[in-house]
């Protein structure tokens, strides 16, 4: 925890950009609805990650990249006008070092204890490489070492960063056909695995150039812009999963446009998967390339809404202003409640074990907001 500095939540709302703080609540919020609700059998399908097509719930961690590549553009400039070179680089070496400890504690710190205490000796080899295959590369570690991965380019042109998204995303596709999608979809691994950081740079590089579109201030220009380059990436994403129709297991049936095109997002496939289905679990570039353009089309809405319109909702400025404690104590909370709920539970009995655990989560953030304690690494 630390004194906020400029650009945190406690500046003034006229000194930041409001329409990124409400977007990251926005997402917050979304986090907490959908990782709760999905061990429920009551909850829509839509709610619930699948790693067969993209649901709502898959468009929730693309966001969050989305909204730190953004924020990792602003500060990267800012910090390099007071004090440029190497200790620039060597502050978002440590930040991104520190997000990798705190995922490494919260992933598999507990599970490592609990092997150190198995009798009659510890089994670390063994553990190690089950947790880098699993439970390790989550969502802090994903940004951790993304965040390492595209900092010799955040703060270059846009022509360098987005070079460097098509290359990180052609490395990616190469191994994933070579060998990486089979792998991680059987170890299993999660959110892409430890070689997502190559996806996921896509969604963090376009959260920084949606910086570069708000940053000279004509906010309408920037709605315009960041709807349509948006609207290229969706467009983007499906057409590269529409390659699982001419890819094996599957080949084209019938004739016309209808049999070139798979299902659209958020409706479930009627084909078997592959490497260019929307899929989480796998950080497939279709996935990722459509989650960035959803994320961009929707920070335009936030933008219009927020810094042209003047709106802002008080839940979104509470949990976007913490998001990272959110993210600790969110998972906290669940484990409070679950052992108090059951997965077969009656839609009632669901909402409201939600409600009360929206309630404890929100009631922890407006406190540490109140007293003026924002976490950050």
Known sequence: MSTPEPGSPRVPVSARILSLDQFRGYTVLGMFVVNFLGSFAVVPAILKHHNTYCSYADTIMPQFFFAVGFAYRLTFLR???RSPGWPVYAHYVK???????????LYVG???FDEW??????????????????????????IGVTCLWIMPVIGKP???RVAFALASAAIHLGLSHGFYYEWVMTAPGIDGGPLGFLSWTTPTLAGSLAHDFVRDGDRIKAV????RWGGVLMLAGYALSCLNLVTPPNCPTGNGLGAWLIEPPFVPPSRPVNLWTMNQQAGSLSYLTFGAGLSMALYALF???????GLQVGVFRTLGANALAGYVIHGLVERLIKPWTHPDMSAVATLTALAVFLAICYGCLRLLETRGIFLRL
Do not use: K, Y
Not at 117 to 141: D, G, I
């Open 79 to 81: 910090r390099s006008e």
């Open 224 to 227: 315009a812009r960041l709807g």
């Open 158 to 160: 846009p022509s360098v």
């Open 110 to 112: 507990g599970a490592a």
């Open 303 to 309: 933008v219009w809404a927020c810094d042209v319109r």
């Open 117 to 142: 205490l198995r009798p009659p000796s510890p089994q670390a080899a063994p553990f190690l490489v089950r947790a880098l295959r699993t439970e390790l590369f989550q969502a802090l570690v994903h």
């Open 95 to 105: 930040r991104s070092l520190g997000l990798i400890a705190l995922g490494a504690l």
